[in-house]
T-cell receptor, first 111, second 114 residues
């Protein structure tokens, strides 16, 4: 069974801090994704990656960057956290044509 | 611009009855559609999918219907059970073979009452 692990369930950070959200998958999936979930807005794609060291912007990349140095790991970076980045962050992986498998999410609060 | 819309934020259904969740899309390039289910404090889990070459796909109690001309799909759950209470997200992709880079709707919270 596919396992997507997000390193933290809850994070509290201060405005202006650099924040790293880590995600690891154990099924050798090519594709990895970062979404954020907000009430009334559903899931919105931030960044995705089809291969190691490869990244593409999603629908809302502003204020974020990503890193994929190894196939199994995809990191989301908030360069300078702001209060409007308080959200639930969801990592997912897939091996087409199979559907996305999601981790359990990281609830980030920026104060 | 919301390309995938779920206009009902919530739905309450009695146990044993049918639950119908609706989803509309605007992008005519979408050709693969999925439903995900999400419990609190968990990630979304894949439920059922349908490609644009079909108009119906069934898996046990879950059936998805696709009306391409209306750009509308629906998820039917029969019979509804209390364990079905969750948030349901509709999602769409422009590439059938990839099932990746999904565009999600805003979700519908289903509550199945006893």
């Amino acid at each position: 069974d596919v396992k997507v692990t997000q390193s933290s369930r809850y994070l509290v950070k201060r405005t202006g801090e650099k924040v790293f959200l880590e995600c690891v998958q154990d099924m050798d999936h090519e594709n990895m994704f970062w979404y954020r979930q907000d009430p009334g807005l559903g899931l919105r794609l931030i960044y995705f990656s089809y291969d190691v060291k490869m990244k593409e912007k999603g629908d809302i990349p502003e204020g974020y960057s990503v890193s994929r140095e190894k196939k199994e790991r995809f990191s989301l970076i908030l360069e300078s956290a702001s209060t409007n980045q308080t959200s639930m962050y969801l990592c997912a992986s897939s091996l087409p044509p199979s559907p996305l498998h999601f981790g359990n999410g990281t609830r980030l609060t920026v104060t | 611009d919301q390309q995938v819309k779920q206009n009902s934020p919530s739905l309450s259904v009695q146990e044993g009855r049918i639950s119908i969740l609706n989803c509309d899309y605007t992008n005519s390039m979408f050709d693969y559609f999925l439903w995900y289910k999400k419990y609190p404090a968990e990630g979304p889990t894949f439920l059922i999918s349908i490609s644009s070459i079909k108009d119906k796909n069934e898996d046990g109690r879950f059936t998805v219907f696709l009306n391409k001309s209306a750009k509308h799909l629906s998820l039917h759950i029969v019979p509804s059970q209390p364990g079905d209470s969750a948030v349901y997200f509709c999602a769409a992709s422009a590439r059938v073979s990839a099932a990746s880079k999904l565009t999600f709707g805003t979700g519908t919270r289903l509550q199945v009452t006893l």
